[in-house]
């Protein structure tokens, strides 16, 4: 069975920092592209940011380029995502996916599991 547990979430002031953490289990998590989405109260879910298994080629939402980076640790099945410069709009639940496929993916019909998220809330 795979499970995704996201971490790292909590309330912060503008400005400030996050780094989420997303531990996989139950799926070859080498050979998974993963991605990080986020779905704010009342939104839709959107895609944030996205990494391939193989060649850690990553891919952002325009929005947070430059401001937030996607690395993955192999060995630990964990993949993260730093958020600097964090404002009140990005307040969401984010939330990890995993694909059963190296490439990466924007689109979270492409991805086969995803975890429960974690809450991240920026006040001004």
């Known amino acids: 069975q795979v499970q995704l547990v996201e971490s790292g979430g909590g309330l912060v002031q503008a400005g400030a920092s996050l780094r989420l953490a997303c531990v996989a289990s139950g799926l070859t998590f080498s050979t998974a592209a993963m991605g990080w989405f986020r779905q704010a109260a009342g939104k839709e879910r959107e895609f944030v940011a996205s990494?391939?298994?193989?060649?850690?080629?990553?891919t952002y939402l325009s929005s947070v380029n430059g401001r937030y980076t996607i690395s993955r640790d192999n060995a630990k099945k964990t993949v993260y995502l730093q958020t600097n410069s964090l404002q009140t709009e990005n307040t969401a639940v984010y939330s990890c996916e995993a694909r059963n496929q190296a490439g990466l993916r924007s689109y979270a019909s492409d991805y086969d599991y995803w975890g429960q998220g974690t809450q991240v809330t920026v006040s001004s």
């Open positions: 990494i391939s298994a193989t060649d850690n080629m990553t």
